[in-house]
């Protein structure tokens, strides 16, 4: 994808404005930034949360299957031991009671031994009865006087008479304890009809039988009946004899069992009733109902949903632990990123936008430098003429006698040679400016071309009381370099610093490693210093801040010239009424040629 | 004083007219011509001791003029004429065997200065006499 035209272009500071317009850039840096920090964010996050989502999501998944299936084993557990003990309580009660014991169970002595012998194995045996073929209590043991009672148009006569057993629900009855009753129907042996032998248990029993399938992993184990009437005592959910807590609660919407269920279809088929209902306060609660065969008992178990358990808590605060400290973490680290590449981009535009100043000064430069060589080269045929016609004439005057005006013309002659030199001054320069020379290059002790430079203009300074003081680095490289270049560049400097001292003032040459391959010198005055509009344009050719006549404005620009193509650079620093600092960095070894 | 003959080749006709007459005024035997062509092909008629020439002309580029004077009349000396300002042309120039270089505009008494070294360089080379018997031989 093109980066000019495609989504990344959106974002990217667009280079192409100039540095005038450095505001609006620094305000597509922090645009860029935050872009960066944003897109790398939702990078880092994406995943992150897909991930955290998922493990949410799976975990969750794993805690319904478990207790789930925690669940069913514990019902399917209480069923078979519950379904086993009535069973036996059956088996045991036909046994005493078989077809043709009638008459002996008549005599109220026989029936006494049988209940003290059955009571001592279950002595939760609280009667025991028998009912003749009309349905007459004919012989009873226990604590009440129930001989003689007619039951003939009870529903549960009937019922045992019709199916052979009778099983009862738990109930108090005239006696005010729970109890239930157990009837089995017998075939009379010598007349038509059945008797029935009837036994009463203690409520007891069944709790009893309740709390050893009672396990931690459920929260409340109970039976009810088909009024869902509360049968045992539950623990945390009801009372006995009331109707069940669950009886009227919401079943939950929110809460999909189905595809869990799904996994249990023959429970399903079993008539195993799986529902989570809502109770008071909120919480949901895992429903499980089984009806237990031949009685009209059914088993509930309950459990509070996995989301009230502290597994799921701490699992939730861990993953949300874990989340947060990501984040936090992502954000440092993609805020810190951000910023670094948006300071990285800065920085190569910055160069790049002095790269690009640089190339167009030095461009500017050459293409004056060519246009001024073309003039220069044009008028010193002129110049020429000129400079030889007034040499000729000046060489007649000499030939002849003294005649009227000879002196002021002789001056007059004088002052066009005069004028013609200068103009030789200003066409040599500009043609020194333009040229294109070999670097000649040798090894040079720069501390030494220093103090050799300084040796042309000492007098001069002297004059005009400048002291000129060195700090030099003796250590400094030798560098390979055109000693008569140099010594045309550092004399440029020293001698505008004389001129911007004017007198009483002091100059300090410095030299310095700069590092490996790169030496400095420095040439600081303490002059008027420059406006910052004068030190934008100083090394513009013809630019000069001189008096008209004393300055061509080209030292600096061929200074600028001559030290581009021995490799180095040029710069300067300055403050109007403190002082000037040119700073030129030299390669230690061969420059570049121009 | 300058013995030797004196040719100056340029192409700037005021100029070489006037440097020429100056020199004349100072008792040198000078003559002038205005283009290269003309100046290679006056040679051997003019017989010249030193020729001031100019590096650029419009007919001729004053090295190839250098080269052949070099080569047909190895002992005229030749003072080059540059309005380049050019060390590197004036250097080149020697290289080819130019006695000197002068730039434009042509200080009189520097050019005076270099024609006397090169009269001298003459002579001592031989002198005039010897001179005279190869301008003998090429008439």
Known sequence: ?594 | MIKGKVLIIDDEVEFAATLCQRLRLRGVDAVDIHSGTEGLASLGELGPDIVVLDLKMPDMNGLDILTEIKENHPAIQVIMLTGHGSVASGVRAMEKGAFDYIMKPVDLKELLAKMEQADQDIGGNGGQGGEADERDQRS
């Open chain 1, 1 to 594: 994808m093109s980066l000019k035209h495609g989504w990344l272009a959106r974002i990217m500071p667009s280079f192409s404005q100039d540095i005038e317009h450095g505001g609006d850039l620094e305000k597509e840096y922090r645009f860029f930034s935050r872009s960066l920090f944003a897109i790398i964010l939702v990078l880092v996050l994406t995943p992150l949360m897909i991930i955290s989502m998922l493990s949410h999501y799976q975990y969750r998944q794993l805690l319904q299957k478990k207790e789930l299936a925690q669940i069913v084993l514990n019902v399917e557990q209480g069923e078979s031991t519950i379904e086993r003990f009535v069973s036996k309580l059956q088996s045991i009660i036909k046994f005493v009671g078989r077809d043709d014991r009638y008459q002996e169970l008549l005599d109220p002595q026989a029936l006494e031994t049988l209940f003290s012998r059955l009571q001592r194995e279950y002595p939760d045996f609280v009667d025991l009865e028998i009912i003749d073929a009309r349905g007459i209590s004919r012989s009873y043991v226990g604590p009440y006087q129930l001989k003689g009672r007619e039951y003939g148009d009870q529903t549960w006569y009937r019922q045992v008479l019709l199916k052979g057993v009778y099983i009862s629900t738990v109930f108090s009855g005239f006696r005010r304890v729970p109890h239930f009753v157990i009837a089995v129907s017998r075939r009379h042996p010598r007349q038509p009809g059945s008797w029935v032998l009837r036994v009463t248990i203690d409520g007891n029993t069944l709790q009893r039988y309740v709390d050893t399938i009672r396990t931690s992993s459920v929260d409340d184990i109970f039976l009810v009946d088909g009024d869902q009437k509360v049968l045992t005592r539950p623990q945390k959910y009801g009372l006995v004899g009331q109707h069940s807590a669950f009886a009227e609660a919401v079943e939950s919407t929110s809460y999909d069992l189905s595809s869990i269920v799904a996994e249990h279809e023959v429970l399903l088929q079993q008539h195993i009733a799986i529902t989570v209902k809502k109770i008071q306060g909120g919480e949901r609660i895992l429903h499980v109902a089984v009806d237990l065969k031949e009685t009209p008992w059914r088993l509930v178990m309950v459990k509070e949903l996995y989301m009230h358990g502290e597994a799921w808590f701490y699992f939730q605060l861990r993953l949300f632990s874990i989340l947060f400290c990501c984040v936090v973490v992502a954000i440092f680290i993609i805020l810190r990123l951000s910023n670094g590449i948006t300071s990285y981009i800065r920085e190569s535009d910055r160069k790049r936008q002095l790269f690009l100043a640089e190339a167009e000064h030095a461009n500017k430069l050459a293409s004056i430098g060519r246009l001024a060589a073309g003039v220069a080269h044009e008028i010193n045929n002129p110049l020429s003429i000129i400079n030889q016609k007034t040499g000729l004439v000046l060489d007649y005057f000499e030939m002849s006698g003294v005649f009227d005006h000879k002196e002021a013309m002789e001056e007059a002659l004088d002052g066009i040679q005069k004028s013609v030199n200068r103009c030789k001054t200003i066409t040599h320069r500009l043609l020194g400016f333009a040229r294109h020379t070999e670097v000649e290059s040798e090894e040079i002790d720069l501390n030494l071309l220093l103090e050799e430079v300084v040796a042309f203009l000492a007098k001069e300074a002297t004059y005009n009381q400048i002291c000129i003081d060195y700090a030099l680095d003796q250590e400094l490289e030798r560098i390979v370099s055109d000693r008569g270049q140099l010594q045309q560049v550092l004399l440029n400097i020293v001698n505008n610093a004389i001129d911007a001292i004017g007198s009483n003032g002091r100059i300090i040459l410095g030299s310095r490693q700069k590092d490996r391959g790169q030496v400095v010198v420095t040439i600081a005055d303490n002059g008027g210093g420059m406006s910052r509009e004068v030190q934008q344009r100083i090394f513009d050719p013809f630019f000069t801040t001189k008096e008209t006549g004393k300055g061509t404005g080209l030292g600096l620009s061929i200074t600028y010239g001559i030290v581009e193509k021995l490799g180095g650079t040029i710069r300067v620093e300055s403050e109007v009424g403190a002082g000037t600092c040119f700073e030129i960095t030299l390669p230690v070894g061969r420059g570049q040629a121009g």
